[in-house]
């Protein structure tokens, strides 16, 4: 039985793709704090919607998916109904391990990943890191819930904060420099629909090839880009204008943030 406590945007995600993977609903366990919500969870997936400590007492996976400032409170709840062989999975951005164990009061086995919102079409991206107490299995079981709805790999919690601010955070990143890409299109002429579908064609396409080939990036973009053609012409104003600087900084503060909300 797995439980999943707190479904907002990403606990749903999950949620919906342990159910596409071909996990029964029937042996999922849901909470939310609305009586609506509940009721929708229950019509949208066929899953049981308790308690928290319901939840925490029959579960053998419970997964913490509330928002950071929360986790305190909800840890605090289930403490009491969570024995040392449970698997506790949080996927709260900011959150140790160590946060988790400390509440616990048991050598309880936890593992910190950080997903994504792509998990929703089946292309995560989740990082994992184990906590004091657990082991190989317990990150492979982790790893089972989540290679159905995209890619795992295994990092040290040192690195999560990174990782949040780099894939966690990622596709707003993307979406938003289609939003831009779009409104380029529209100030040259281009119908929204058309450049929307261009730029998001064409993104997808780049995406894939970037995967699949195997080749570094900057090869990939030093084949499109001929010597006094358009393509350079762009990067030029790009770098003009310190876009690279500015992603720097940009996921250098997510990467902070993530530390803020892990220190309260």
Same mark, same amino acid.
């Given at each position: 039985?797995?439980?999943?406590l707190?479904?907002?945007?990403m606990?749903e995600?999950?949620l919906?793709?342990?159910?596409?993977?071909?996990?029964?609903? +029937?042996?999922?366990? !849901?909470?939310?704090?609305?009586?609506d919500?509940? &009721?929708?969870?229950?019509?949208?997936?066929?899953?049981?919607? /308790?308690? +928290?400590a319901?939840?925490?007492?029959?579960?053998?996976?419970?997964i913490?998916?509330?928002?950071p400032?929360?986790?305190?409170?909800?840890?605090?709840?289930?403490?009491p109904y969570?024995?040392?062989?449970?698997?506790?999975?949080?996927?709260a951005a900011?959150?140790t391990?160590?946060?988790?164990?400390?509440?616990l009061?048991?050598?309880?086995p936890?593992v910190?990943?950080?997903? +994504?919102?792509?998990?929703?079409?089946?292309?995560?991206?989740s990082?994992?890191?184990?906590? !004091?107490?657990?082991?190989?299995?317990h990150?492979?079981?982790?790893?089972?819930l989540?290679?159905?709805?995209?890619? /795992?790999?295994?990092?040290?919690?040192?690195?999560?904060?990174?990782?949040t &601010?780099?894939?966690?955070?990622?596709?707003?990143?993307?979406?938003?420099l /289609?939003e831009?890409?779009?409104?380029?299109g529209?100030?040259?002429?281009?119908?929204?629909?058309?450049a929307?579908?261009?730029?998001?064609?064409?993104?997808?396409?780049?995406?894939?090839?970037?995967?699949?080939?195997?080749?570094?990036?900057?090869?990939l973009?030093?084949a499109?880009t001929?010597?006094?053609?358009?393509?350079i012409a762009?990067?030029a104003?790009l770098?003009?204008h310190?876009?690279?600087a500015?992603?720097?900084d940009?996921?250098?503060?997510?990467?902070?943030?993530?530390?803020?909300?892990?220190?309260?």
């Open positions: 039985m797995i439980a999943i707190g479904t907002g945007k606990g995600a999950l919906s793709g342990l159910v596409r993977a071909g996990l029964p609903p +029937n042996e999922i366990m !849901a909470t939310a704090r609305r009586e919500r509940a &009721a929708a969870l229950r019509e949208s997936y066929g899953v049981r919607v /308790v308690s +928290n319901e939840a925490a007492k029959a579960a053998e996976t419970i913490l998916a509330v928002k400032q929360d986790m305190g409170t909800l840890l605090a709840e289930i403490a969570v024995p040392a062989d449970r698997l506790v999975i949080t996927v900011g959150i391990t160590a946060f988790v164990e400390s509440r009061g048991e050598a309880v936890v910190r990943v950080m997903s +994504n919102t792509p998990v929703l079409v089946d292309e995560a991206m990082v994992i890191s184990p906590g !004091a107490h657990a082991g190989e299995r990150l492979e079981r982790t790893e089972a989540l290679k159905p709805v995209g890619k /795992v790999l295994r990092i040290p919690e040192s690195q999560q904060d990174a990782a &601010a780099l894939s966690g955070s990622g596709p707003a990143y993307f979406f938003y /289609v831009a890409m779009v409104d380029a529209i100030l040259l002429g281009m119908p929204r629909a058309a929307l579908d261009m730029v998001t064609q064409s993104i997808v396409g780049a995406a894939i090839m970037l995967r699949d080939s195997g080749e570094h990036p900057v090869i973009r030093e499109v001929s010597p006094g053609g358009t393509t762009a990067i104003e770098e003009r310190k876009v690279r500015a992603f720097l940009a996921i250098e503060a997510a990467r902070d943030r993530s530390r803020q909300l892990a220190s309260g």
